[in-house]
């Protein structure tokens, strides 16, 4: 059964930092990507990483703030967020596909997580 499970979140202040955790279980994937969703809002791209890692992508507003790895030997992928502010505040998902097309797109990835919440207080 493959499976994505993100942990992670919490309740942080402004200029905190935190680190999520996608596991996947089930098979290796490719391109792994984090999206965010808050209240009334739709699913955005923050940041995708290859299969080896060679490359990632980040949306402008978290660069230089947070940083996507991953450890294949774990099949886990992190996001470690720093200096975060109150607009980060989402629920955020892991996302994997089979292979490795980087991409933007929610509809460009085969697996989601259930998401974990992180809220931010000014």
């Known amino acids: 059964q493959v499976q994505l499970v993100e942990s992670g979140g919490g309740l942080v202040q402004a200029g905190d930092s935190l680190r999520l955790s996608c596991a996947a279980s089930?098979?290796?994937?490719?391109?792994v990507g984090w999206f965010r969703q808050a209240p009334g809002k739709e699913r955005e791209f923050v940041a995708a990483i290859s299969r080896y890692g060679g490359s990632t992508d980040y949306i402008d507003s978290v660069k230089g703030r947070f940083t996507i790895s991953r450890d294949n030997a774990k099949n886990t992928v992190y996001l470690q967020m720093n200096s975060l502010k109150p607009e980060d505040a989402a629920v955020y998902y892991c996302?994997?596909?089979?292979?490795?097309?980087?991409?933007?797109?929610?509809?460009?990835?085969?697996?989601w997580g259930q998401g974990t919440q992180v809220t931010v207080s000014s």
């Open positions: 089930g098979r290796s994937f490719g391109t």
């Open positions: 996302a994997a596909q089979l292979i490795g097309l980087m991409g933007r797109r929610p509809n460009g990835y085969d697996y």
